[in-house]
Nanobody, 125 residues
Framework: QVQLVESGGGLVQAGGSLRLSCAAS????????MGWFRQAPGKEREFVAR????????YYSDSVKGRFTISRDNAKNSVYLQMNSLKPEDTAVYYC??????????????????WGQGTQVTVSS
């Protein structure tokens, strides 16, 4: 089992940057693909980005491509989301999630096995 704890959220002005971190427990972190999702009030949870177990492959939603960067450090059992050029529409609770390998890479909430508690990101205009 994997426990995930996000940090780094906060309040930022439009155009600013934040870096989210997700720390994972356990010795098998490198066995999981990792993803970031977000959920705005009144909306469904949506995919933001994912990264392969070894960090070689990444994939982004169209809404964040070119502005956000996902990365991981398996030695530190951590995954990160660097968010630049933030917009008010990026305001949401951000969650990291782990998906077991093997299994096809996925952007669907239901395909992820473990979730963190979330961290709030608020972007003011």
């Amino acid at each position: 089992q994997v426990q995930l704890v996000e940090s780094g959220g906060g309040l930022v002005q439009a155009g600013g940057s934040l870096r989210l971190s997700c720390a994972a427990s356990g010795r098998t972190f490198s066995s999981y693909r990792m993803g970031w999702f977000r959920q705005a009030p009144g909306k469904e949870r949506e995919f933001v980005a994912r990264i392969s177990w070894n960090g070689v492959s990444t994939y982004y939603s169209d809404s964040v491509k070119g502005r956000f960067t996902i990365s991981r450090d398996n030695a530190k059992n951590s995954v990160y989301l660097q968010m630049n050029s933030l917009k008010p529409e990026d305001t949401a609770v951000y969650y990291c999630a782990a998906q077991r390998v093997p299994g096809a890479p996925s952007s669907f909430v239901r395909e992820y096995d473990y979730w963190g508690q979330g961290t709030q990101v608020t972007v003011s205009s």
